[in-house]
């Protein structure tokens, strides 16, 4: 029986593939059971999903719990319940498959805080409550259309306002979009901001808010196709079809000017041989799949005409800017999804997508997946 490998950081769970189910087409089942890992008791209603995706879970009476139609690709899966230690794990799905998955969780060493909502929030907490909510999702029209449902699970460092800014959540936060239409389960595993730089690192769970009369699912379709124009899922989708100059994307290769003064100015910038523009053949190939490996060793700077942006740096271009810088090539699906999105950094207008910019990695399809 062919086994794959599951890595939860150093620790090796196996899943065995049970059987090919060649009907299944780009998607696959996954079945398994949540257990204590010191008791081998079932551990109920735990929440079980694929990051990125609207696939999740909970999981029965038994422990057991089943994922439908889970697309192809390397994704994490990730596992959540109070009171123990978050379980994720790498999981390469193969389409057409059905995969048994057992998961062990580690009773959590922290002792929750019992505070109250209203003691919890005095002056100091929400003056970082408030930083950590505008930079978590995003300082963009949209953020004020999303809304934290449990604010209280989320902690500070108490140097805090110093040069590093610290936060931690004790489970996951629950947040509705309502300008997209998706509540977002987002477990945080990372959140700080050095000398002004934000870094912060998740695993998101999308589902679809339940309409009210006043909702109209064309509303939310029109919005997230809103968010995705001129997004880094809309250039990488762009790039793999070829399609960089018609969807209003210009690309090009950055060369360094050192310590002088950059050019505000595009047509500037090109004449003198900073901005050089790139071929897509040269930084993508076709790779394992239906998957593309997208990389560059020079940063690129992407100009999205599509949207104006106040903050150009460019008299002649006042579009969306941004720069991307890669720490390795990155696995794109042939949508633009990218597999592994901690391998690049993105600056300028890109920087700017957060939680309430984020779509699952079924945007697209979103039309045939209400149809099934």
Not at 293 to 305: C, K, N, Q, R, W
Request: net charge negative; with cysteine.
């Amino acid at each position: 029986m062919p086994t794959v490998t599951l890595i939860k950081m150093e620790k090796l769970v196996f899943i065995f593939m049970l059987f090919s189910l060649n009907c299944f087409g780009q998607f696959s089942d996954i079945s398994g059971n949540v257990k204590d890992k010191d008791t081998g008791e079932p551990i109920l209603f735990a929440h079980i999903f694929i990051a990125n995706t609207a696939v999740g879970s909970t999981s029965d009476t038994e422990g057991k719990f089943m994922l439908r139609e889970v697309p192809a690709g390397e994704f994490t899966i990730v596992c959540t319940m109070v009171g123990y230690d978050p379980f994720t794990g790498l999981i390469n799905v193969t389409p057409g498959n059905l995969f048994q998955v057992d998961i062990e969780l580690e009773q959590s060493e922290t002792i929750l805080d019992e505070v109250s909502v209203s003691e919890k929030e005095d002056k100091k907490w929400k003056k970082q409550y408030s930083l950590f909510e505008r930079e978590l999702l995003g300082d963009v029209p949209t953020a004020d259309r999303c809304e934290i449902l449990n604010p209280w699970v989320v902690n500070f460092e108490e140097n805090s306002f110093s040069d590093t800014f610290l936060a931690t959540a004790d489970e996951p936060l629950e947040i509705n979009n309502k300008y997209l239409g998706y509540k977002i389960y987002f477990l945080l595993t990372n959140f700080k901001i050095v000398h002004g730089q934000l870094t912060y690192l998740g695993y998101p769970s999308f589902q679809a808010l339940e309409l009210n009369e006043m909702d109209r699912i064309e509303n939310f379709l029109r919005n997230r196709e809103e968010i995705y124009k001129g997004s880094t899922r809309h250039f990488f989708d762009a790039l793999i079809h070829n399609r960089i100059k018609q969807e209003g994307f210009r690309l090009y290769k950055v060369f360094s000017l050192g310590n002088d003064p950059w050019p505000d100015n595009v047509s500037e910038a090109v004449s003198r041989g900073l901005l050089q523009s790139v071929d897509p053949s040269d930084i993508m190939k076709k790779g394992s799949g239906d998957t593309y490996t997208v990389h560059s060793d020079d940063v690129l700077e992407i100009i999205y005409t599509g949207k104006k942006w106040g903050r150009s740096p460019y008299r002649d271009s006042p579009f969306q800017v941004s720069r991307i810088s890669f720490n390795e090539p990155l696995t794109v699906a042939a949508h633009g999804y990218v597999f592994n999105s901690a391998s690049f950094v993105v600056y300028g207008y890109l920087a700017e997508e957060r939680i309430a910019s984020m779509l699952p990695y079924e945007y697209g399809k979103e039309i045939q997946l209400m149809d099934r």
